[in-house]
């Protein structure tokens, strides 16, 4: 068998973010780490803007939304599981707008009803 070191390379690299989307997703859907940890994900050895791009797209393709990624390797990046609960608040927050503004409403107050139901649940009982 015949390994070829780009392949294990790219394994590896998919692996990292495999079990970042994982670990997102263990954290409730959202997580902050810094941006040396997400370029050692990828094998780099410094952060530039196709670094910082090749991130983007790897987080991207497991459905991870993140903050704006920096080439400060000490920047604490947020990323969230896009379409969760917590995915949509923090999209619809960070972007103004009529529809986002009414995003945020219901979010807010779907969430209080959960929270009076519960209340309620255990008063009840």
Known sequence: MST????????????????????????????????????????AGKLGKYVVDEISDELKKRGLGHTPLALDQWTPIRIWKQGTRVGKFIEAASTPGHTEDELLRELADSQADDVLKQIRSLVCT
Do not use: C, H
């Open 4 to 43: 070829t070191p780009g392949v294990i390379q790219v394994q590896g690299k998919r692996q990292q973010f495999d079990d970042l989307a994982a670990k997102v997703v263990a954290s409730g859907n959202v997580l902050t780490t810094e941006m040396r940890d997400l370029r050692d994900r990828v094998g």
